[in-house]
């Protein structure tokens, strides 16, 4: 049976979620412990986070429509990184400002290096396994010059900043309504991001129900990454992933 997409990634994110579970197990050190916050009024860091991602969104859209900084004629790689760093600043304003600290974010001040480095290996064992299940896939040397190329940079900015605003939102619902709620919730709210790309082009509802689908991989996907508290080593996969949609299967 020939597999789709979607099921090449759920295998692939199986594989890189159960390769973390070996690293945690080799390397306690690094995720030896992990913090569950306390806010004072979590429903108003919650409030500001939502209002943060609204604005996220807002410059998102101008970006879209009109752009930000326009491309030079050379170094058009580095521009566009600065277009998604503008792009996800009000949410990296509202921790600065609020004063919380990194681990609000799932962003650990210790072992970076390491931890990024670690999710990168995963990454490329990753990248492997899907193309060994995605039938008609380019080779692995193609792809991973492909995925690793400049021109991705922007991407990889872009992936750390969704990934930020995950953690924000997943945090401080926690700290309202427990582990379990915040998993399902945030899923739901990755998901339904979604549906404003999806109806831009014209995608279909029988195509958009592909977004329940959506929200089960990222209830697997939170249940481990909390665990982990952490989305250096994630920010890793979760590029890899979204890449393979543009290089993974010949044209």
């Known amino acids: 049976m020939e597999l789709t997409h979607y099921q090449s990634l759920v295998g692939a994110y199986g594989l890189a979620l159960l390769l973390w579970w070996l ?5 306690p050190h690094l995720w030896a412990t992990t ?5 004072k009024t979590a429903w108003k860091e919650l409030l500001g986070v939502i209002l943060a991602a609204v604005a996220v969104m807002s410059i998102g859209v101008v970006y879209s429509k009109y752009g930000l900084i326009p491309k030079p004629k050379y170094g058009s790689y580095l521009t566009e990184s600065l277009n998604q760093l503008l792009i996800f600043s009000p949410a990296l304003g509202w921790l600065l400002w609020r004063k919380d600290a990194w681990s609000t974010a799932w962003l650990p001040q210790q072992f970076i290096v390491q ?3 670690i999710g990168l290996a995963i990454a490329l064992s990753a990248i ?30 872009q992936v750390l900043g969704e ?9 401080r619902f926690q700290s309202l309504l427990g582990k379990r709620m915040a998993i399902v919730i945030v899923a739901a709210l990755f998901a339904a991001g979604h549906i404003p790309a999806f109806l831009a082009n014209g995608v279909t509802w029988v195509e958009m129900q592909s977004l329940v689908l959506d929200a089960l991989l ?17 920010w890793m996969v979760h590029f890899a992933m979204d890449m393979m949609q543009f290089y993974s299967v010949k044209p």
């Open 23 to 27: 690293a945690h197990r080799l390397l």
């Open 35 to 39: 913090e569950e916050p306390y806010f």
């Open 115 to 117: 931890r990024i480095f």
């Open 128 to 157: 492997g396994f899907f193309l060994v299940l995605r039938k008609g896939s380019n080779d692995y040397i193609q792809v991973f010059t492909e995925v690793y190329h400049p021109k991705n940079l922007a991407y990889l900015v």
């Open 163 to 171: 990934d930020f605003v995950i953690a924000l939102f997943f945090v």
């Open 218 to 234: 990222s209830i697997g996907i939170l249940t481990v990454l909390q665990r982990s508290s952490d989305i250096w080593w994630f």
